[in-house]
Structures are given as structure tokens and as C-alpha cells.
């Protein structure tokens, strides 16, 4: 049923997040996008819930590209062994945390290579839902030290050779400051989007590092994840055509 139109438009760039939805809800919600949505992303609710059948089973009936948003984050040796358990699932995408440190990153590349040869693997940076007091809370950093964090984690996804990473599209000039420096190009994934009406009345819910979805494309994501501003709208095929119309 994989029917997406063009490569053109941002689209075909957008990963819809299925949270908050039983299976049945997932698959009545994808039946609804039509195969215009490329990827989904399935997160933690659904795989605790129902594990790997839900994968396959959205593969098989849909056809579109699995984002698996596992964002594993433990030492080396058991991250390597759940992405050995995740063996053979058809996912194109799977995350871990970057903040597991570079040994745990390489043993999660190694594992990819051998278990999940075709599937990118993509490092969690700092999740959009954090804004500058939490940095300072967690990690004691200032709001003029925030961008010295970021870069010391870019570097580190850079320097393991991981594929891409997961990060707000506020933070894409910088990580393409640090692409030049090194010339090395990761994929870059960016969750916590909205629409311009949305920001503007506020309505982006726990999300706090937030950008529109083409003003992301425009500044470099690869790909945009949009969760709730598509699956909890009261007119998605509208929300849809607007992201078909903004390439
Ligand atoms: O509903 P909303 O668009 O906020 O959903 C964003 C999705 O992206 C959620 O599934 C969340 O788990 C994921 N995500 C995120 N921030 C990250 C990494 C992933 O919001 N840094």
C-alpha cells in the first residue's frame, strides 16, 4: 500500500509518531494518512505492549518504513544484546541514547552490522521536551554552555560513525557548523515539531525545543517526526495537504 506521491515535498520527510494508540488505533490511523505518510515511527507504548507483531504486522499491511524509537540506553554489552533480540525485524530506523558513551555506541554499531545489517542506526542527543532549566537542573549548565553541550555530543556521534541523530531542528545551524569542521555528514532526525498556528497559541503540549515543519526541512533535517499535531487533529487529511504543499 506504500503510496507516497512525490519526493518533493516535506512529506515525504515526515515520520508520524503512533503514541497514544492502541494497535487497532495505529493501524485505523495509517489506513487513514492513505500511504501519503512514508514512515512510522512505533515508540514505546506500542512495542512494550505488543512487541515485535506490531512491527511486522504494520510492515505487512502497509508496506512504509519502520522507525523503531526503542532510544536504548545501558552499558555496552546489554544494548548489543537487545539490538541481537531485535534481529531480522523489518525496521529501517532504530534509536539509542548518546549519552551511553562511545563504547556503548560502537558495540551498538557493531551489533547493527551483524544483526540488522539494513537498518540506520540514529543516536538520541537531548530530548525536545527539555528547555534551559532542565539543563541546568540535570546537568548544571547555563544557558550560554548549552550550545559547548551540544557540540561535545555531536562530536561524539561524529567521531563513533554512527548514521544520524535525533535532535531539535533549533540545534541544525549548529550541527552544520561542526559538519564543515570535520566534513562528515550525519542523517539528522528532528521530533518536537508543530505547526505555525499551534506554536502561536501555544499548543505544542510537553514539547519545549520546538521549530515548523519547514522551517526544519529548510534548515536541514532529513527527516521531521510529527506525533501528536497529525494524530490527535481534528482534520488530518487538511494538516496533511499542508505539509504536502509546503515542499
Ligand atoms: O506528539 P509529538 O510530535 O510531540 O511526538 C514526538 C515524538 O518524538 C514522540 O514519539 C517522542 O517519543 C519522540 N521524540 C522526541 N524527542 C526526542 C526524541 C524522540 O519527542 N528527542
Given at each position: 500500500m506504500k503510496n507516497v506521491t512525490t519526493d518533493l515535498n516535506i512529506l515525504s520527510k515526515v515520520i508520524v509518531a503512533l503514541d497514544g494508540m492502541s494497535a487497532e488505533g495505529a493501524i485505523t490511523f495509517l489506513e487513514k494518512c492513505s500511504g501519503k505518510i512514508p514512515t512510522a515511527k512505533i515508540g514505546m507504548e506500542l512495542f512494550y505492549k505488543h512487541g515485535?507483531?506490531?512491527?511486522?504486522?504494520?510492515?505487512?499491511?502497509?508496506?512504509?518504513d519502520i522507525f523503531l524509537d526503542l532510544k536504548l540506553h545501558d552499558i555496552p554489552n546489554t544494548v548489543a544484546g537487545a539490538i541481537k533480540s531485535?534481529?531480522?525485524?523489518?525496521?529501517?530506523?532504530?534509536?539509542?541514547?548518546?549519552?551511553?558513551g562511545g563504547e556503548m555506541i560502537k558495540s551498538a554499531i557493531a551489533a547493527r552490522d551483524k544483526y540488522l545489517p539494513d537498518c540506520k542506526l540514529l543516536g538520541v542527543t537531548y530530548l525536545t521536551s527539555l528547555d534551559e532549566s532542565a539543563f541546568k537542573h540535570i546537568w548544571g549548565?547555563?544557558?550560554?554552555?548549552?550550545?559547548?553541550?551540544?557540540?561535545?555530543?555531536?562530536?561524539?556521534?561524529?567521531?563513533?560513525?554512527?548514521?544520524?541523530?535525533v535532535l531539535?531542528?533549533?540545534?541544525?545551524?549548529?550541527?552544520?557548523?561542526?559538519?564543515?569542521?570535520?566534513?562528515?555528514?550525519?542523517?539528522?532526525?528532528?521530533?518536537?515539531?508543530?505547526?505555525?498556528?499551534?506554536?502561536?497559541?501555544?499548543?505544542?503540549?510537553?514539547?519545549?525545543r520546538v521549530q515548523t515543519p519547514d522551517s526544519a526541512v529548510k534548515n536541514?533535517?532529513?527527516?521531521?517526526?510529527?506525533?501528536?499535531?497529525?494524530?490527535?487533529?481534528?482534520?488530518?487529511?487538511?494538516?496533511?495537504?499542508k505539509l504536502a504543499m509546503m515542499g
Open positions: 515485535t507483531d506490531i512491527v511486522t504486522q504494520i510492515k505487512s499491511k502497509f508496506g512504509i531485535l534481529s531480522g525485524l523489518p525496521i529501517k530506523m532504530l534509536t539509542i541514547h548518546l549519552s551511553g549548565v547555563n544557558k550560554n554552555e548549552i550550545e559547548d553541550k551540544l557540540n561535545l555530543m555531536f562530536k561524539l556521534a561524529i567521531d563513533t560513525k554512527i548514521d544520524g541523530i531539535s531542528a533549533n540545534e541544525l545551524l549548529t550541527l552544520d557548523n561542526i559538519e564543515k569542521k570535520t566534513h562528515h555528514k550525519l542523517m539528522k532526525i528532528c521530533p518536537g515539531i508543530r505547526f505555525q498556528d499551534e506554536i502561536d497559541s501555544n499548543n505544542i503540549q510537553d514539547q519545549k536541514g533535517a532529513t527527516y521531521i517526526v510529527m506525533g501528536r499535531s497529525l494524530t490527535s487533529a481534528s482534520g488530518l487529511n487538511e494538516r496533511i495537504n
